[in-house]
């Protein structure tokens, strides 16, 4: 009769979460790169985050204006 293995669970890898600091830290590039596109740091401050990367998926249509 055969030895039966240790039961083992298996442990789904975690993804690590993002922290505040590096969220900024993204934030702060993505507006340098729009500047560069041509954007006034004036109107990047009023818009979040979520608008700040939807002018990046586009950026040939920033330079147009």
Do not use: C, F, W
Not at 5 to 13: H, N
Not at 25 to 54: C, P, T, W
Request: net charge positive.
């Amino acid at each position: 009769m055969a030895q039966a293995r240790p039961a083992r669970r298996y442990k789904v890898p975690r993804t690590p979460t993002k922290s505040a600091g590096e969220r900024r830290q993204r934030i702060k590039v993505q507006k340098r790169r729009l500047v560069a596109l041509g954007l006034s740091m004036e109107s990047l401050d009023k818009m979040n985050a979520a608008e700040i990367r939807g002018l990046l998926r586009h950026p040939t249509k920033i330079k147009v204006k």
